[in-house]
Structure formats: structure tokens, C-alpha cells
């Protein structure tokens, strides 16, 4: 969602045209406004944190100054941050300020310039020469950015029209950047894409980024009221032995009847990640041989719980990287997307 705020009724107009065109809604901020419901009565830098709270773009028509005040306080860092964009009360331009890259600003503002005729006002080095862009690349390959404070070597080396190396460990469905020299070794390479952990001496390279592509999903069958600690606790062992990263699930998958097992949702709000359930008919759908049991068949109307939900939830073409693995009532599996 898109929250735009304005200062004049010229610009509320130009507001209008937005909420027109795209999810948005309208805030004003102005004597004339005061009786509308669209009013904000409160400070500006307290409805910009109800917005970075609520991870929605803020849109300020109006003097760049005022935009900056008001998200001072809100700012942590660019993987965080929710886009910020200003625009005057004319849409004669519309300028991103924040999190122009991960976040999604420069490409919000190439939107709102198709809406509104305004020029979109791109800031960014690298975009300025069509440079490599690490973030962007980040985003659009859904890869979780490990260690932020390489990014400003990684883009100085863009810019200054130095080679980039990038290293892609079993490639994982990954597409290597345009313009960047792919390595054979991981030593070699400027950025390395890997799902395996890292150590605290990589999180903390500014000479090496490390990108994570979020590509495994992790099925869960468990017994009704499952220990909570338990079941986090098996899930990190099967990662380890697996070696991979926990930053690369993608969510967690069960059976709908498993939807309000308190086990699985606090798991899903610990580490963040989405919790989707299937019907038993979807999961008896996913094509492939996997474990049965009868028990479970007999119980839930499907004869394997974690393997096909896993499966259903990467989508065609998954590849399954762990059947069933049960331990005291919880079963695991992991599926991987289409490489």
C-alpha cells in the first residue's frame, strides 16, 4: 500500500489521480483539510512511523525538507527501510529518497511518473551509468543480503567500471547478473551466492557480499500440541546436517488441519516466515513417489504430511532435498524450487 501525503489541495488532486491508478490511500495536511477524515491531527514524524511500521511506501507531495524531518526517526538501514518518495504539489517531478533499490522506490517512481507525467528523478550512482546494482539484483533474484556493509565496495567497484567476479554455489535456480564475470571458485569472487551457513567472519567482510536466495520450503507433521522448543530445535539440527542457511526458507507447509497447531504458528512467527496449509486432495495431487504411512493416511486422508506439503509449497518443478525425518511426534522435509 501506498500512503500519500499533501499539503495543498493542488496536490491532493494530483493525490486522487494516484489512488486512481494503483492501491493507495490519501492523508492531508493542511488548515482547509482539517475537518476531512483524510486529516492527519498527529505530528508528521508519528504518521511516518505508522507507516514504516506498517511497511508501506510513503509518498510526500510536497517540499523535500518536510519529508526528511518527518522519517528521521524512522530510518534504519536499506534492507529495512520502506520506500519514501517526494513529489511537488505539480507532479512536475517525483524523487525517491529512501530505499531506492531493495526497497523498490526508483521503481515506485517510474510508476507514479506514468501515472501523473511527472520525471522520475533517479538518484542512484548506478543508475545513472546503468551500472551493476547489488541490492536490485538481490531483490529481483529474492536473495536475502547478508552483509550490508559490502554493498558500498561492491557498487564503488560498479561504478568505477571495475570487473565484478560473482560465485553461485550449485546454482539454485539463480541467474548471474549481465556484465558480471561468473568464477569457478568462491575465493575469486567479489560476491558469492550460497545457501550454506555463514560464519560470523563472512557476516562481517566488507570486501565480500554474501547473498542467501530464499529457495527452501520446510514441510511439518506433528502431533497435536507439539513442544514449541522442540520442534524449533529438530528444525535448526535438520539444517545444520543439511548445511543450510535457516535464512533460506521460504515458508512452512502442513496439512489445513494443522493450521491453528500452536507449535507450528509460533515457529512461523519466530523466525518470519509464512505459514501456508493444504487440503489433503492437494497434497495426494503432488506428483512423485514419497514415504507412506497408514497411520497418517488413515488419520488425515493423506498417507505423507511433511514431504508433500514441502513439495506443494515450492511449486512445480520442486526438487526434494529431505524426506520425511521424524523425531518424538515431529516429521520434517525440504523442498527445493525449480533450479
Given at each position: 500500500?501506498?500512503?500519500?501525503?499533501?499539503?495543498?489541495?493542488?496536490?491532493?488532486?494530483?493525490?486522487?489521480?494516484?489512488?486512481?491508478?494503483?492501491?493507495?490511500?490519501?492523508?492531508?495536511?493542511?488548515?482547509?483539510?482539517?475537518?476531512?477524515?483524510?486529516?492527519?491531527?498527529?505530528?508528521?514524524?508519528?504518521?511516518?512511523?505508522?507507516?514504516?511500521?506498517?511497511?508501506?511506501?510513503?509518498?510526500?507531495?510536497?517540499?523535500?525538507?518536510?519529508?526528511?524531518?518527518?522519517?528521521?526517526?524512522?530510518?534504519?538501514?536499506?534492507?529495512?527501510?520502506?520506500?519514501?518518495?517526494?513529489?511537488?504539489?505539480?507532479?512536475?517531478?517525483?524523487?525517491?529518497?529512501?530505499?531506492?533499490?531493495?526497497?523498490?522506490?526508483?521503481?515506485?517512481?517510474?510508476?507514479?511518473?506514468?501515472?501523473?507525467?511527472?520525471?522520475?528523478?533517479?538518484?542512484?550512482?548506478?543508475?545513472?551509468?546503468?551500472?551493476?546494482?547489488?541490492?536490485?539484483?538481490?531483490?529481483?533474484?529474492?536473495?536475502?543480503?547478508?552483509?550490508?556493509?559490502?554493498?558500498?565496495?561492491?557498487?564503488?567497484?560498479?561504478?568505477?567500471?571495475?570487473?565484478?567476479?560473482?560465485?553461485?554455489?550449485?546454482?539454485?535456480?539463480?541467474?548471474?547478473?549481465?556484465?558480471?564475470?561468473?568464477?569457478?571458485?568462491?575465493?575469486?569472487?567479489?560476491?558469492?551466492?550460497?545457501?550454506?551457513?555463514?560464519?560470523?567472519?563472512?557476516?562481517?567482510?566488507?570486501?565480500?557480499?554474501?547473498?542467501?536466495?530464499?529457495?527452501?520450503?520446510?514441510?511439518?507433521?506433528?502431533?497435536?500440541?507439539?513442544?514449541?522448543?522442540?520442534?524449533?530445535?529438530?528444525?535448526?539440527?535438520?539444517?545444520?546436517?543439511?548445511?543450510?542457511?535457516?535464512?533460506?526458507?521460504?515458508?512452512?507447509?502442513?496439512?489445513?488441519?494443522?493450521?491453528?497447531?500452536?507449535?507450528?504458528?509460533?515457529?512461523?512467527?519466530?523466525?518470519?516466515?509464512?505459514?501456508?496449509?493444504?487440503?489433503?486432495?492437494?497434497?495426494?495431487?503432488?506428483?512423485?513417489?514419497?514415504p507412506v504411512s497408514r497411520f497418517v493416511e488413515q488419520t488425515v486422508g493423506v498417507g505423507n504430511v511433511a514431504s508433500r506439503a514441502a513439495a506443494c509449497?515450492?511449486?512445480?518443478?520442486?526438487?526434494?532435498?529431505?524426506?520425511?525425518?521424524?523425531?518424538?511426534?515431529?516429521?520434517?522435509?525440504?523442498?527445493?524450487?525449480?533450479?
Open positions: 500500500m501506498l500512503r500519500v501525503i499533501t499539503f495543498t489541495e493542488q496536490g491532493k488532486a494530483v493525490a486522487k489521480k494516484i489512488a486512481d491508478s494503483m492501491p493507495a490511500k490519501i492523508y492531508t495536511k493542511y488548515h482547509s483539510a482539517a475537518d476531512s477524515p483524510e486529516y492527519v491531527s498527529v505530528p508528521l514524524s508519528v504518521w511516518a512511523k505508522e507507516g514504516f511500521l506498517a511497511g508501506d511506501a510513503l509518498l510526500f507531495i510536497g517540499a523535500a525538507g518536510i519529508a526528511v524531518r518527518a522519517i528521521a526517526g524512522c530510518i534504519q538501514d536499506k534492507l529495512s527501510d520502506v520506500p519514501v518518495l517526494v513529489m511537488d504539489m505539480q507532479a512536475g517531478f517525483v524523487i525517491p529518497i529512501l530505499s531506492g533499490h531493495y526497497g523498490g522506490a526508483n521503481r515506485l517512481a517510474q510508476e507514479l511518473a506514468e501515472i501523473t507525467g511527472a520525471v522520475p528523478v533517479i538518484t542512484t550512482a548506478t543508475d545513472q551509468i546503468g551500472a551493476f546494482a547489488a541490492d536490485l539484483y538481490a531483490k529481483e533474484e529474492r536473495m536475502k543480503i547478508r552483509n550490508p556493509k559490502a554493498l558500498p565496495y561492491i557498487s564503488g567497484k560498479a561504478v568505477a567500471g571495475e570487473e565484478l567476479c560473482i560465485f553461485v554455489d550449485n546454482g539454485w535456480g539463480i541467474t548471474p547478473p549481465k556484465g558480471v564475470k561468473i568464477s569457478g571458485e568462491e575465493r575469486d569472487a567479489d560476491i558469492v551466492v550460497t545457501l550454506r551457513p555463514l560464519t560470523e567472519e563472512e557476516l562481517l567482510r566488507k570486501d565480500i557480499l554474501y547473498l542467501t536466495p530464499v529457495r527452501i520450503h520446510v514441510g511439518i507433521g506433528c502431533k497435536r500440541n507439539a513442544d514449541p522448543n522442540q520442534v524449533e530445535v529438530y528444525l535448526q539440527r535438520i539444517l545444520t546436517e543439511n548445511c543450510l542457511d535457516i535464512h533460506t526458507l521460504a515458508d512452512i507447509a502442513s496439512i489445513d488441519r494443522k493450521k491453528d497447531e500452536p507449535a507450528i504458528l509460533m515457529l512461523s512467527e519466530k523466525l518470519g516466515l509464512p505459514f501456508h496449509t493444504f487440503s489433503a486432495g492437494e497434497l495426494q495431487a503432488v506428483p512423485g513417489e514419497f509449497a515450492a511449486g512445480a518443478g520442486f526438487r526434494m532435498l529431505m524426506f520425511n525425518a521424524a523425531e518424538s511426534g515431529v516429521t520434517l522435509a525440504l523442498a527445493c524450487e525449480k533450479e
